[in-house]
């Protein structure tokens, strides 16, 4: 089968290993088709679905699955019937109404619900991720390799070689033509080289709890404009602002400023929203908007209505003047500029 990767264990993923529709002669009264586990660790196929289709067709017939196969076990789906002819089967697994044909078909094992639609041609079932098994038999139209596995007779069944372990993706070396044997879960396991069949065992509980988070960094600690004077317009200062939050509802970036000292100047700030979030619209088409002084309110920078990004949203932020410096005594003018993060 191709190998995506999805496998289940250490060997490799489930996969059929015998399907035999009825025949007139038949041994067992209906259709099966038997999956196989042959890793070491138990699967949970809740979900999952058998699918069924003719030799040529893309309209697939679905068998809901539920429960677990554990490693090294089998797991019986019984299919329709034609006739009372035969033995019945062992207890089934799982149940179905897709009748077989006798001679050629494709029968898939999804990991999903949905009905597949693939199958025209060689290989377009192996294309699709939730395929986790195909087989075509006879003059399938479809198969995994080099060709489908043989058609079944009415004393045959095609079964997958090794019990079932055998899995080299080809389904024409893969299954021969053999007697019947339908296993189900209870069937005696199997274990396949290397992949010993699962014994008893003991389950532990594991939990996490996750607290919310709200993180905020910046770039650099401190911003220097240099030396400048009275009536210039020093550039502006890019400062990069990371906020990571797990807040399902997201949250807000603010920023404000103590007051120049000896006296205040217009510090003023841009900015540029990260994906996933929005700019606040007092900084929309990239102009410098003066900040806020303590006690006065913060202004908002923007917001974001989710989680952040995994690596955390980086704001770019540009800090400047909004007006040319006014006339002022010399001397070294400081204020302190705090960016707020906060939970919405």
Same mark, same amino acid.
């Given at each position: 089968?191709?190998?995506?990767? /999805?496998?289940?264990?250490?060997?490799? $993923?489930? #996969?059929? !290993?015998?399907?035999?529709?009825?025949? !007139?002669? *038949?041994?067992?009264?209906? *259709?099966?088709?038997?999956?196989?586990?042959?890793?070491?660790?138990?699967? *949970?196929?809740?979900?999952?679905?058998?699918?069924?289709?003719?030799?040529?067709?893309?309209?697939?017939?679905?068998?809901?699955?539920?429960?677990?196969?554990?490693?090294?076990?089998? +797991?019986?789906?019984?299919?329709?019937?034609?006739?009372?002819?035969?033995?019945?089967?062992?207890?089934?697994?799982?149940?179905?109404?897709?009748?077989? $044909?006798?001679?050629?078909?494709?029968?898939?094992?999804?990991?999903?619900?949905?009905?597949?639609?693939?199958?025209? @041609?060689?290989?377009?079932?192996?294309?699709?991720?939730?395929?986790?098994?195909? #087989?075509?038999?006879?003059? &399938?139209?479809?198969?995994?390799?080099?060709?489908?596995?043989?058609?079944?007779?009415?004393?045959?069944?095609?079964?997958?070689?090794?019990?079932?372990? @055998?899995?080299?993706?080809?389904?024409?070396?893969?299954?021969?033509?053999?007697?019947?044997?339908?296993?189900?879960?209870? @069937?005696?396991?199997?274990?396949?080289?290397? &992949?010993?069949?699962?014994?008893?065992?003991?389950?532990?509980?594991?939990?996490? *709890?996750?607290?919310?988070?709200?993180?905020?960094?910046?770039?650099?600690?401190?911003?220097?404009?240099?030396?400048?004077? $009275?009536?210039?317009?020093?550039?502006?200062?890019?400062?990069?602002?990371?906020?990571?939050?797990?807040?399902?509802?997201?949250?807000?970036?603010?920023?404000? /400023?103590? &007051?120049?000292?000896?006296?205040?100047?217009?510090?003023?700030?841009?900015?540029?929203?990260?994906?996933?979030?929005?700019?606040?619209?007092?900084?929309?088409?990239?102009?410098?908007?003066?900040?806020?002084?303590?006690?006065?309110? &913060?202004?908002?920078?923007?917001?974001?209505?989710?989680?952040?990004?995994?690596?955390?949203?980086?704001?770019?932020?540009?800090?400047?003047?909004? $007006?040319?410096?006014?006339?002022?005594?010399?001397?070294? +003018?400081?204020?302190?500029?705090?960016?707020?993060?906060?939970?919405?």
């Amino acid at each position: 089968m191709p190998k995506h990767e /999805r496998t289940l264990s250490a060997r490799g $993923a489930l #996969v059929y !290993s015998e399907r035999r529709p009825v025949l !007139s002669t *038949d041994r067992f009264q209906n *259709d099966f088709v038997e999956l196989f586990n042959g890793g070491a660790t138990a699967v *949970d196929i809740s979900g999952w679905t058998v699918q069924y289709a003719t030799a040529a067709g893309t309209s697939w017939q679905t068998t809901p699955l539920t429960g677990t196969i554990p490693g090294g076990r089998y +797991y019986l789906v019984q299919l329709a019937s034609s006739a009372a002819v035969g033995a019945p089967l062992p207890a089934p697994d799982a149940t179905g109404t897709s009748n077989l $044909a006798a001679t050629s078909g494709k029968v898939a094992l999804v990991r999903s619900a949905t009905a597949l639609t693939c199958g025209a @041609s060689a290989g377009t079932c192996a294309a699709d991720p939730s395929v986790e098994d195909l #087989v075509g038999y006879g003059s &399938a139209s479809d198969f995994e390799g080099t060709g489908s596995a043989p058609a079944p007779s009415n004393i045959l069944a095609a079964r997958r070689a090794s019990e079932g372990c @055998s899995d080299t993706g080809d389904n024409a070396a893969d299954f021969t033509a053999a007697t019947p044997d339908p296993r189900n879960v209870v @069937s005696p396991a199997h274990a396949c080289s290397g &992949a010993p069949a699962a014994g008893p065992g003991g389950a532990v509980h594991v939990d996490v *709890d996750v607290a919310s988070a709200l993180s905020l960094s910046l770039d650099r600690p401190s911003l220097s404009f240099g030396t400048t004077g $009275a009536g210039a317009t020093p550039a502006p200062i890019a400062e990069n602002v990371t906020v990571s939050s797990n807040n399902t509802t997201g949250y807000s970036l603010a920023v404000a /400023r103590t &007051a120049f000292a000896p006296r205040d100047l217009p510090l003023a700030i841009g900015a540029t929203a990260p994906a996933g979030a929005s700019l606040g619209p007092a900084l929309a088409g990239g102009a410098l908007v003066p900040i806020p002084v303590q006690p006065a309110p &913060a202004l908002t920078l923007g917001t974001r209505d989710s989680p952040s990004a995994g690596t955390g949203d980086t704001w770019p932020t540009r800090l400047g003047f909004s $007006a040319a410096l006014p006339s002022v005594p010399t001397g070294r +003018y400081s204020a302190t500029v705090t960016f707020t993060a906060i939970a919405r």
